[in-house]
């Protein structure tokens, strides 16, 4: 695994926040900024002590200047440090933590969130392009959605069949076919068509009428809520 493997979410999502509209109002401090992410990116335990002189030299800094937006950084809640010390040699430093101010929710803002569906659609446009399987269910499910023949073929592979029978997996990859249309099927559409329901096996036509019952088109099952759903079906079975 790389280095920038490593980095979570939130901390790219930290690093795109330095360098937006709501990141520090001076350029020089977004740069000491990211000097400090470069180092988490290659801490091999997530720990990050850069030195003022080094700072000083990666931004083309004084110290004293790098010393006060250091300062400034603190103070918007960027970051936060504290003062390591090895009394015997003569030994002082300041590690460094990344944070974000209390007016940016990395959770919620939708720039950085934005950023984040980008960063993944490249990602996965390129490994579709190169035929490269993807590398866990959540790059899968993204890859199936779009239409990727090996993103639908990794989530049977790597359905649970020892648990399940060869009929649920089936079952699982049509219900990732039925919840592309069940945004268009409404509870009347059930009542006047009901006999459509006939072209859906019998597991499929309940789970089928208690998504459109339930209403909730905004957030359509996704690939792990099927797996969730024949669980259960199946553990009551």
Known sequence: MSSTDRISVEMRRWQWAIWSHEGPARVAQRAVAQVLFDYLVTSPDGRVFPSIETIAEKTALTEKTVGGHLDALVAAGWIARRLRERGGQGWRRYEYTLHFPKHIDPSTDDFLKRAE?????????????????????????????????LGEEYLIDNFDTDRFPALDVRVFYRLADIRKSVATITKTWLNTNAGQLAQYKPGEQAILVEWIESNEKSSLPSHQACRAILKQRRAAA
């Open 117 to 149: 569906r980008k960063r993944l659609d490249a990602i996965d446009e390129h490994r579709i392009t190169e035929e490269w399987p993807p590398r866990d269910d959540a790059e899968a499910e993204r890859r199936a959605a779009k239409g990727d023949y």
